[in-house]
């Protein structure tokens, strides 16, 4: 069966397998069965792939030969092409600049900076002063808006990827506008407006002519023939002819809400604007404002475009204001605020009495009745600082008035008057020219009690002083110790004299390895007399009296010691800082002007507690601290002479000896400046009233001095009201305890 069925096989492919001997023959037969052997010189590579990259070793110019310089842009937007939104043009003249462009240079303020007012100016030297006005010497009127697409086009083609051209009787609803030009696409051909009544093809120029770039560059293309075929007496005939041969586009009108009105709702609007006029104080009249904008007295204010341009009214009395601020709920009225509520209610009462002056029940008495403006009292009253303008009343007075029996009425009448401050003129504030270039003093008190700070300390000055900010200096004034254990052995005194001595020792060395490794280090150490204080042994010091103690103490040793126009900061051991800190300093800090009072970023403590940090031990980025705004000033700035100046002041006007810098300064003719730093840090502090020398009590006391003492030291910090003691944000710190309290109830 088999070879049946391989006979049958050959017989259907006779012809494939004839065809296939022949095939390997003919290739056995072409094949040369022996090869010369050949010496193989060059090796020839394969042809490289076109996908595959490829080094290309070029030889290296001459060594004097300088490398081509790439001049590149000075910002990244012209670099990479991109554009700004949209650049305003309107039609204008010189007549009405103080008129009906005032009026829409106020409406279009959110265009600014990117608005031009095109004028036809008669000569160049009238139209200064007003950096939006562009001025034509061109008289033909006919060919205005050609000068003003050729000036766009020549300055800010470039720049922008829309152009709005108006005339300058239209009310542009700006940030309606700016919304619609933010929804268009840059790559379209834009030519959008309201079509005109009389044409199809055009858009009215009082409703606004929208261009994009692309069209805007296809009509500067085509400028001479549009000046040759401008016959139109109205401008948006001959803008829409040009338009419609350069860029080969109609007027559309699809998103036409987004615009001004046909003409119909422009004629409706200049009505409302002209009987508006009318209801305005005299003084105030001013016929260009449409209804719209409802800024007319008695109308309701226009929506803010956003919450943060709402203006905010305070509620008050004749005492008190009611919801000053974020912070208070009620706040009696000081200063400045008690002085102005009293000065416009005189002037309103004296108005109010002028304008009623016969208030009276006509219909049942009859009787006419003069007011005293002291007859006249405040029920409540709100304020409103409007900044570009003014500061606005709204006052509700009770007038006195008559019953039918001729007596008085206890209830009176009630009259809404609304008030407004108008600002003043406005002048520039001298400042002094103040650089980055004065050498700063840091002025290290350092007690004895925190000598163990020193070393960080001085770290850290090594990182953003030495390495860095090398125009500074540092002096260090060691203040022996203030707080001395009680009824101890002399033992217990010398263990804590060798204790000091080798800090020093270490802190000495480091100094000396930083004036040997730098040059140009200035690193010098006073050593302080010892100061009796009045409250003798067995006191407990906190931290902040010790650090107000020392500086007290460095000031006296140090000062004259100094140069006369010497920038001194007033540091403490435990304070972290950088190069922009140094900089504000001294910035901030003017001879004979003004001292520099900066607010650290104190560090919560909270992050001791394990609860705080997750399984890894890393600890938050945000709401890790606060501005104490109660804290001790311990850190300060001021030249020398600034002090000593405000010092022999202090003292002659019989100041009290132990006084800290700050108040000497701020009884001096001086300015603060007092503001948040955020380049200046505070670590967390240990526990208030922490003893810096922990000794145990001998074992016949029958009490324990060194608690007393503590007790003591916290009760004058919580008089003080704990205002350095920063343990964690509030809703951290309910956290823990509710918490805590979990525990212990489980």
């Not at 009310?171 to 379209?188: A, I, P, Y």
């Not at 338009?243 to 009108?253: E, F, G, I, R």
């Amino acid at each position: 069966m088999l070879s049946r069925y391989v006979v049958s096989q050959v017989k259907h492919n006779s012809y494939f397998l004839v065809g296939l001997g022949i095939g390997l023959w003919l290739a056995l037969a072409t094949v040369p069965l022996e090869e010369e052997v050949v010496a193989c010189d060059t090796v020839t590579l394969a042809a490289p792939d076109e996908y595959e990259p490829q080094r290309e070793e070029r030889p290296l110019g001459s060594r004097g030969q300088p490398g081509r310089s790439v001049q590149r842009p000075r910002y990244y937007s012209t670099e990479l092409g991109m554009r700004s939104g949209l650049l305003t043009g309107v039609l204008s003249s010189e007549e009405v600049l103080e008129t009906r462009a005032a009026a829409l240079n106020r409406t279009a303020a959110r265009l600014q900076p990117a608005l031009r007012f095109f004028i036809t100016a008669s000569a160049l030297q009238e139209a200064p002063g007003r950096a939006n006005v562009v001025g034509f010497t061109d008289t033909r009127e006919m060919l205005k808006p050609f000068h003003a697409l050729k000036y766009l086009a020549d300055n800010y083609l470039e720049e922008y990827d829309f152009f709005f051209l108006v005339s300058d009787m239209s009310f542009v609803n700006s940030r309606r506008l700016t919304e619609l030009v933010s929804k268009l696409s840059v790559s379209q051909d834009i030519y959008m407006g309201t079509i005109a009544d009389d044409d199809t093809q055009y858009c009215t120029l009082e409703g606004g002519i929208l261009l994009s770039n692309s069209v805007l560059r296809a009509i500067h293309g085509e400028l001479d023939w549009c000046v040759r075929n401008s016959y139109s007496p109205h401008h948006h005939e001959n803008l829409g002819r040009c338009v419609l041969h350069a860029a080969h586009l109609s007027c559309v009108s699809q998103v036409q809400v987004y615009l001004e009105r046909a003409q119909i709702s422009i004629t409706r609007q200049r009505g409302q604007a002209t009987w508006s006029a009318r209801r305005h104080p005299r003084g105030y009249r001013n016929a260009s404002w449409p209804a719209a904008l409802r800024d007319d007295a008695g109308l309701a204010a226009p929506r803010p475009p956003s919450r943060f341009d709402h203006l905010r009214w305070t509620r008050f009395n004749a005492t008190h204001a009611f919801m000053p601020d974020d912070h208070r709920v009620v706040a009696p009225l000081t200063s400045a605020y008690k002085e102005a509520v009293h000065l416009i209610l005189e002037e309103v009462s004296a108005w109010a009495a002028n304008r009623w002056s016969a208030v009276a029940d006509a219909e049942e008495t009859g009787v006419v009745s003069k007011i005293s403006p002291k007859d006249i009292t405040l029920e409540e009253g709100a304020w409103c600082w409007e900044p570009p303008v003014a500061l606005r009343y709204r006052l509700l007075l009770r007038l006195p008035t008559r019953q039918a029996d001729g007596t008085a009425n206890p209830r009176g009448a009630l009259v809404q008057v609304e008030a407004a401050r108008a600002l003043g003129a406005a002048r520039l504030a001298p400042a002094r020219y103040v650089t980055e270039s004065a050498r700063v003093t840091l002025l290290l008190p350092l007690p004895l009690e925190h000598a163990a700070m020193a070393s960080e300390f001085l770290q850290r000055y090594n990182t953003v002083c030495l390495q860095k900010d090398t125009n500074t200096d540092l002096i260090i004034v060691i203040v022996p110790r203030i707080e001395m254990p009680k009824n101890v052995d002399n033992s217990t005194l010398q263990a804590i004299h060798k204790t000091d001595n080798s800090t020093l020792h270490v802190m000495r060395n480091t100094v000396k390895n930083f004036t040997e490794k730098y040059r140009n280090a200035q690193i010098n150490i006073f050593e302080a007399p010892d100061v009796a204080v009045p409250w003798g042994e067995g006191r407990i010091w906190s931290e902040t009296e010790i650090q107000k103690h020392a500086a007290r103490v460095a000031l006296t040793t140090a000062l004259p010691k100094l140069q006369r126009d010497a920038l001194l900061l007033l540091s403490i051991p435990y304070m972290e800082f950088t190069e922009d800190f140094l900089n504000r300093v001294r910035m901030n800090t003017i001879r004979g002007e003004q001292w520099f009072l900066p607010l650290p970023f104190a560090r919560f403590a909270q992050f001791a507690n394990p609860l705080f940090v997750d399984a890894a031990g890393a600890k938050p980025t945000q709401n890790t601290g606060r501005f104490p705004t109660l804290a001790a000033p311990l850190v300060i700035s001021f030249y020398r002479q600034d002090y000593i100046a405000g010092l022999e002041s202090w003292r002659t006007n019989g100041g009290a000896k132990d006084v800290e810098a700050a108040d000497i300064l701020a009884a001096s003719p001086l300015r603060c400046i007092r503001a948040p730093e955020p380049a200046f840090l505070v670590p967390p502090r240990a526990a208030p009233c922490t003893p810096c020398n922990s000794i145990a009590p001998p074992h016949n006391a029958t009490t324990d001095p060194t608690s007393e003492a503590q007790s003591a030291c916290l009760f004058r910090e919580r008089d003080r009201g704990f205002p350095d003691l920063q343990l964690g944000a509030r809703h951290a710190l309910a956290k823990l305890l509710l918490q805590t309290q979990a525990d212990l109830d489980s």
